[in-house]
């Protein structure tokens, strides 16, 4: 398929990634929150059935991982049942699905995880986007869901900027160095999602390469960093320790450290 030919419909267009999605599909239908609901399964079925795409990317969720264990419901209505409306309109009109779903569905014991691995969530966040993905394998068949971890983009609220602002405020900025992961930047992973919508229809764990803990994350951002446990540094939502996804399936995008680097430019433009 030629994706310059094709109409693509983008969900959740002015988050953190959909607005790197918008950036490299610039023809793109784009709906934010105001536009569509996807909690809303009626309006979810016109708007598609209106549009009649060819691919539906969809970027929309409820992110806040702590936020989720207090408003379980709505975590569930939009990481859960919205994909599967959306699932279930995209087979309504034959369009293929890209949608995003993250490495907290797995737990954290293993110290890899596999796109073939069992996921078991450990917090409401992982559960309701597990939920999401059961939802669009119950309702299509043409569906990719790209599993990511760790974001950081210029558009959203993200680790990066949180360390850099908390650099300048404090003497010294505690992170936890027992939690292991990928962080990933949104401009590459919009890039990729070009190449994943040609690939066969499945599971795909996509994430900039390397793997490093928040702390080994934050010392590539600020000096003024020093290593916590998880014990120390208590959150609402459990964390799995190692939520490190392994793609199996497609060629690794660039290091973390050189996307970092591409992500500091971009940001001081
Ligand atoms: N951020 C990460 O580190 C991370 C890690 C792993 C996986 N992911 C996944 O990656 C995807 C993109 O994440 P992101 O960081 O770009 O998220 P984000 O910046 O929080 O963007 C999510 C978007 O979804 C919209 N939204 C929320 N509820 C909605 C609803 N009921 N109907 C329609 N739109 C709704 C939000 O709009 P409003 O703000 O106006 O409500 C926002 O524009 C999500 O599927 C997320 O689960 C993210």
């Given at each position: ?30 709906l ?44 569930f209505?939009v ?21 995003f ?26 559960h309701?986007?597990?939920l999401?993905e ?9 569906y ?7 974001l ?14 908390l ?11 027992d ?23 499945g ?8 793997i490093c ?26 964390r ?30």
């Open positions: 398929m030629v994706v310059g030919a094709i109409k693509t419909l983008i969900i959740g267009s002015n988050g953190m990634l959909g607005s790197d999605l918008c950036k490299v599909f610039p023809y793109a239908v784009k934010t929150h105001k536009n569509l609901d996807i909690t809303n399964r009626t309006r979810v079925i016109n708007c598609i059935q209106e549009i009649r795409p060819d691919v539906v990317i969809n970027a929309a969720a409820y992110t806040n991982v702590d936020g989720c264990e207090d408003n379980k419901e709505l975590a209505q990481n859960g049942y919205g994909p599967g409306y959306i699932a279930e309109a995209c087979t309504k009109v034959g369009a293929s699905l890209v949608h779903s993250t490495d907290y569905v797995f737990e954290g014991s293993k110290k890899e995880y596999v796109e073939s691995e069992i996921p078991n969530p450990i917090n409401v966040y992982g309701s986007k597990l999401g059961k939802k669009i394998i119950e309702n299509m068949n043409d990719r869901i790209v599993r990511i971890s760790w950081f983009g210029i558009h959203g609220k993200n680790f990066v900027e949180t360390m850099l602002k650099s300048g405020e404090m003497d010294n900025v505690k992170v936890v160095n939690q292991f992961g990928k962080p990933t930047y949104t401009m590459d992973l919009a890039s990729k999602v070009k190449e994943i919508i040609e690939l066969e229809p599971i795909y764990h996509i994430t900039n390469d390397g803990s928040w702390y080994e994350f934050a010392s590539s951002i600020i000096d003024n960093v020093v290593p916590c446990t998880s014990e120390e540094f208590q959150r609402k939502a459990k799995p320790k190692y939520s490190v996804l392994v793609n199996t399936k497609t060629e690794p995008m660039r290091h973390w450290k050189e996307a970092l680097k591409a992500y500091l430019k971009e940001r001081n433009i």
